[in-house]
């Protein structure tokens, strides 16, 4: 018996639309992506719009794997797991809940030099 991938799937940016607010995805620096147990791939425009699709589609949330693009490195994926969650004050995610990923503790805090915020988690997100 084969498994389904849970890898990332591509996003078209300009061309796919978020599975939460409908906006088109244009900023591959905000852009987050679910891939169920069966490989279904949701995609999103920003990680508040994951986190919303989240709460409201619990079921889906079984065993899924969650990717956020690193904002350091736009277009590379990370697992949410190993990312960090920042609540930027001075930077606006395309729903305006200026959250971003990062790939590491030590990538968090260079960022944070420059652009004032603070680290989150995902629980927090999705209360």
């Known amino acids: 018996m084969s ?3 849970q890898k990332p799937a591509e996003i078209y940016y300009g061309s796919d639309e978020c599975a939460h607010c ?5 900023d591959d620096r905000f852009a987050s ?3 169920t147990e069966t490989g279904k791939t949701i995609k999103f425009d920003a990680i508040e719009c994951m986190a919303a699709y989240a709460s409201d589609h619990k079921s889906e949330m079984h065993s899924a794997k969650l990717w956020v693009s690193d904002f350091s490195s736009p277009g590379e994926w990370m697992n949410l ?3 960090k969650i ?13 959250l971003l990923a990062v790939d590491s503790p030590e990538a968090a805090e260079e960022h944070l030099k420059e652009y ?3 680290v ?8």
Do not use: L, N, Y
């Open 3 to 5: 498994s389904c991938s």
């Open 22 to 26: 409908r906006m088109m995805i244009t």
């Open 33 to 35: 992506q679910m891939v």
């Open 81 to 83: 797991e190993d990312a």
């Open 86 to 98: 920042i609540e930027s004050q001075v930077i606006k995610s395309p729903m305006g809940g200026a």
């Open 116 to 118: 004032p915020g603070e």
């Open 120 to 127: 989150t988690d995902w629980q927090q997100i999705v209360k």
